[in-house]
């Protein structure tokens, strides 16, 4: 069984920088075919933010934090990253790290893509 474990999130301010980890564990990281963050702001749907395929060769992100995120995984340390730098107070939400242990081929953006999720971690941009 795959675990999934948020952490990083925090209150800052408009134009800080965080980083979240996903701790994975049940499975290596270089063994799910893909990786992801999602979020979850208040009273919306969630939503794709990144992805990063299995030997980390391809990545992709959603328009809105595409050139101020980057996702990244440490094979070593059974890990997966997300810098995020300029945040906005959009960008406040529930973030989510999501696996996919099924086999496929390139980055997925879907939910429904992926089989074991995390239980969150909380980020506040304030103005």
């Known amino acids: 069984q795959v675990q999934l474990v948020e952490s990083g999130g925090g209150s800052v301010q408009a134009g800080d920088s965080l980083r979240l980890s996903c701790a994975a564990s049940?499975?290596?990281?270089?063994?799910?075919?893909?990786m992801g963050w999602f979020r979850q702001a208040p009273g919306k749907e969630r939503e794709f933010v990144a992805a990063?395929?299995?030997?980390?060769?391809?990545?992709i992100y959603a328009d809105s934090v595409k050139g101020r995120i980057t996702i990244s995984k440490d094979n070593a340390k059974n890990m997966m990253y997300l810098q995020m730098r300029n945040l906005k107070p959009e960008d406040t939400a529930i973030y989510y790290c999501?696996?996919?242990?099924?086999?496929?081929?390139?980055?997925?953006?879907?939910?429904?893509?992926?089989?074991?999720w995390g239980q969150g971690t909380q980020v506040t941009v304030s103005s």
């Open positions: 999501a696996a996919r242990t099924r086999t496929t081929t390139g980055v997925k953006s879907y939910g429904s893509d992926y089989d074991y």
């Open positions: 049940g499975r290596t990281v270089s063994s799910m075919y893909v």
């Open positions: 990063i395929t299995r030997n980390g060769g391809s990545t």
